[in-house]
């Protein structure tokens, strides 16, 4: 147990929908990460948040937004729901904002979007 | 342009045989290098990484991977395969272009399977 948590941990959803998903990071951890997962594009980056400011950018679509809260969980917002956004998102934490910190996984959020 | 590069999608090899699965990198400046592992409906957990240093790391669960400058390579391996080592591995290595050295370049993966 990575002392990551994710909400929900499967999602079915509509296309043209708005979902969201949370996580919280590990105890201490000030950086979260969230990443894409998928069979096709394999592990994608989208977007890094430091103590509740935005701090990398990746591959993140206009349609998703992120943000992270005072007690430091963070929600990613996914809108206008395609089939291709179909896919295992995953959130990391770790202790700093260095990318030289590992960083520690949560068991994911499966969406299904039909 | 900063990559990483894992050769082989499919690594294959009987339980007590030594493993490697193969990562090199392109990146400007020292590079930060990490391995990280996928069990089936997990998330990825951190194995080993590379900071500055000896070039051999020792990692979890009996893993080490060997720095090589020369090849720019980054290559994970263990003396003695267990089937429980069968999974999903990543490398990583730390972008250095300015503005974006907090976020990691992945690999694609490899599938190792141990055969018992």
């Known amino acids: 147990d990575s002392g990551v948590t994710q909400t929900p941990k499967h999602l079915i959803t509509a296309t043209g929908q708005r979902v969201t998903l949370r996580c919280s990071p590990r105890s201490g951890d000030l950086s979260v990460y969230w990443y894409q997962q998928s069979l096709d594009q394999g592990l994608q980056f989208l977007i890094q948040?430091?103590?509740?400011?935005?701090?990398a950018k990746g591959n993140i679509l206009e349609r998703f937004s992120a943000q992270q809260f005072p007690d430091l969980h963070s929600e990613l917002n996914l809108s206008s729901l395609e089939l291709g956004d179909s896919a295992l998102y995953f959130c990391?934490?770790?202790?700093?904002?260095?990318?030289?910190?590992?960083?520690?996984f949560g068991p994911g959020t499966r969406l299904t979007v039909t | 342009a900063q990559s990483v590069a894992q050769p082989e999608d499919q690594v294959n090899v009987a339980e007590g045989n030594p493993l490697t699965v193969k990562c090199t990198y392109s990146?400007?400046?020292?590079?930060?290098l990490f391995w990280y592992v996928q069990y089936p409906n997990r998330g990825l957990q951190f194995l080993l990484k590379?900071?500055?240093?000896d070039n051999l790391v020792k990692g979890s669960y009996g893993f080490e991977a060997e720095f090589n400058k020369s090849q720019t390579s980054f290559h994970l391996k263990k003396p003695s395969a267990l089937v429980s080592d069968s999974a999903l591995y990543f490398c990583?290595?730390?972008?250095?272009?300015?503005?974006?050295?907090?976020?990691?370049?992945w690999g694609l993966g490899t599938s190792l399977a141990v055969n018992p």
């Open positions: 990146v400007s400046g020292n590079p930060y």
């Open positions: 990391a934490s770790s202790p700093r904002q260095g990318a030289y910190d590992e960083q520690y």
């Open positions: 948040y430091y103590n509740g400011e935005e701090r």
């Open positions: 990583a290595v730390r972008d250095s272009n300015a503005g974006n050295n907090r976020k990691l370049i």
């Open positions: 590379y900071i500055t240093g």
